[in-house]
């Protein structure tokens, strides 16, 4: 499978990683192999090579800062653009890597189409495209024949949407509750330690999980985006981000922590969606709640179904593996698709 | 989908009702139709027609006791064994629902064979076969060209397998512990409310979650199988009975119960298994691990994975229809085609 990568951050990196150490046993296990044909970033330069690019000397250069360190080899192209790479008609599947937009999803959605109409299957860890136009993205994508896939965006690695689309096919999904911004979740958490929430936010920081200007997590606008994907992609919704409420921690007070932990409750910042809208707000859940007890940067998420009562799944909802794990488990559906195909031709 | 199902107790009728009010929803959502061309069972008699048996008045009859109150009509043949309608070739899958041997896996095993050998996609709920000789039944179905799966013997539908061997197929799975029993679950759970060991097991009974003999709950050994199965399984081990240790629940006082209350911990009856072995018994779990606040009769699963450290699922772990979704599952995921066999081939 020859693949395009839009963006080379940390995720792009994870995901990089993670073909050149597992190249051996995905090809052993699953009859799976891929290469990394098209690398385009903001900043570092863009490579291109119809062969493949070599993925150590990739990484080093990424590291480096630019592609300029790149050695030069026979077919190698600099400075191409995504859609100059998707016109040239060698990749299977495009990677869009680059950075979340939630206002109008671009460039990223430009590019995804491109990459639909050009017969690409298409993967997705920039939640933009798919928090803002999922029904759209899918409708074009089964016309194509191709599949467009987003595990990455919600919750990481942790299978959320094939734990919801596939292994749940058979039941109807009525609803969908859960912790899905780990930073958040991470400042709750040290706040039941004792910290105060200017505190915690800033330890947050220091670690990396909050950005300088912390409001995307804080406020919930992360979680709202990943809660339009999920509403969207298991209730066939058409909802935007007018259809939810939502509201983030910085009003909760370390008194309002303790509160709660005396009564055997525990605040979450919990995201919650029905086929018809959805909210997201900081909520006292009783110790028995699946949900209560996901504590620092884990996330989790409650599916209720009409023929399993409630779901949880708990992992990881952060990191550049954790990410790049999740863009290698849909390039492995996309590849069982494929099979598929193939054995029902055959 | 031609279907062959081998007993018709609760989970059998519990698969068959869904199949009846599903019928139209699958349909139009999976373009997936299933037919049940014979039921052959141990005390109410086998029905068996190739175009397909009337699943209301299936039901029925199965109710009222005997299938000699199911109407004749053109095509119907009684009294065949499982065997025969093998034999018969119309059939594309073979659900095996009698049940459970743990000693032997007889006659059920028997019949798994006859249904792969004839080119028969398999699905169990009953453990013994797949608990037994995981890897012979897989490497049988791989030889074939046919599916084996048995989502619905571990965690009813709560999709343990298809989490660990789909969703999770890009990551290494290094070990896992779960909550795989109800019945001493929700024991557990009572004696935590106040209860003592023996009310708690009456309490169990009376409800039907115990047996009138408890010892395959109480004493581990449900819980032992369903660990086999998942250790041969993900791990591609040939694990058996011996090299498993196993205790039960009912040296547990109640005063070790709220001993462990006090300290913030939660008795549950852990199965863990890793490549080389398993052990299932009593451990006290601090208040923060995923599998402590696991109440009831509900079902719990953590796997450790490489890429993405532990994840964890819980759900449902017992019910006719719970049970009787499991095997949809494994349908659906027949019909999908997945043409890659589970991790343990590789």
């Not at 993670?18 to 570092?44: E, M, N, P, W, Y």
């Not at 809660?227 to 009003?251: E, H, K, P, Y």
């Not at 509160?259 to 029905?274: C, F, G, I, P, T």
């Not at 859940?285 to 708990?314: H, K, Y």
């Amino acid at each position: 499978m020859r693949l395009i990568l839009i963006g080379f951050g940390a995720v792009g990196r994870g995901f990089a990683e993670i073909l050149r150490d597992k190249a051996k046993d995905l090809r052993a296990k699953h009859d799976f192999a891929a290469s990394i044909i098209g690398v385009v970033t903001a900043t570092r330069g863009s490579l291109y090579c119809a062969d493949g690019l070599d993925i150590p000397a990739l990484l080093s250069a990424a590291k480096a800062g630019s592609f300029a360190s790149y050695s030069a080899s026979a077919g190698l192209r600099r400075g191409l653009s995504g859609s100059d790479m998707i016109k040239l008609g060698a990749a299977d599947a495009l990677l869009e890597l680059s950075p979340t937009n939630l206002k109008t999803a671009q460039p990223a959605l430009e590019t995804c189409y491109r990459a639909l109409d050009a017969g690409l299957h298409l993967a997705l860890a920039n939640k933009g495209p798919v928090a803002l136009h999922y029904a759209d993205l899918q409708a074009q994508a089964a016309a194509r024949g191709v599949q467009m896939r987003c595990e990455a965006t919600v919750m990481a690695g942790t299978p959320t949407m094939q734990l919801a689309q596939e292994a749940l096919a058979g039941c109807q999904i009525t609803g969908a509750r859960g912790i899905l911004n780990g930073t958040t979740n991470y400042i709750l958490t040290q706040m039941e330690s004792g910290a105060s929430y200017q505190a915690a936010l800033e330890k947050a920081q220091a670690l990396g999980y909050a950005e300088a200007d912390p409001s995307g997590d804080v406020d919930g606008w992360d979680a709202a985006g990943k809660l339009l994907i999920l509403a969207n992609a298991l209730f066939g919704s058409r909802l935007t981000m007018s259809d939810l409420q939502v509201s983030g921690i910085s009003g909760i007070s370390a008194d309002d922590i303790h509160l709660a932990r005396e009564q055997n409750q525990h605040y979450k910042l919990v995201a919650q969606a029905s086929p018809s809208g959805g909210t997201v707000k900081a909520q006292r859940l009783p110790a028995t709640d699946p949900l209560a007890s996901v504590a620092g940067t884990t996330n989790a998420i409650t599916l209720e179904t009409d023929l399993l009562g409630a779901v949880t799944l708990i992992g990881a909802g952060a990191g550049s593996r954790e990410t790049g794990a999740a863009l290698l488990a849909d390039l492995l559906a996309i590849h069982r698709g494929a099979c598929n195909q193939a054995g029902a031709s055959a």
